[in-house]
């Protein structure tokens, strides 16, 4: 079974080239563009991890852990962001969340992060 990722990116051009280096490396895919998608997608889809900006419109990054988190889901989020503050103390500190990819990303950081991430997972 192939390793499900969904990727959440209000912007499109950037989940899009995400999309693309994750499923030259053979990972399925999904996307959406804001949390509440996400969300959405999450209870129905099942991915094994969510990649997901931080700063989105309806519901960001924060919203979509908290949901994530009370309802008991316990799919592991990795943010991508070029946000850089204080408030990111505050989704380090739930478990869901696997850390941190910076933006600009680069194909080689994306895949590295997310194959620990599988490994971690694999070895859990």
Request: glycine fraction near 4%; include cysteine.
């Amino acid at each position: 079974m192939k390793y499900k990722i969904l990727i959440v990116d209000d912007e499109k051009d950037l989940r899009d080239l995400i999309s693309y280096f994750l499923l030259r490396e053979h990972f399925e895919v999904q996307t959406a563009e804001n949390g509440k998608d996400a969300f959405e997608k999450v209870q129905t889809w099942n991915p094994n991890l969510v990649i997901s900006d931080i700063r989105m419109p309806i519901w960001d990054g924060f919203e979509l852990l908290r949901k994530l988190s009370a309802n008991a889901l316990k799919t592991p989020v990795m943010f991508i962001s070029g946000y850089v503050g204080g408030d990111e103390e505050v989704l380090k500190n739930d478990p869901n969340c696997v850390g941190f990819i910076p933006k600009p990303v680069t194909k080689t950081e994306l895949v590295r992060l997310v194959k620990e991430q599988q490994s971690r997972q694999a070895h859990a």
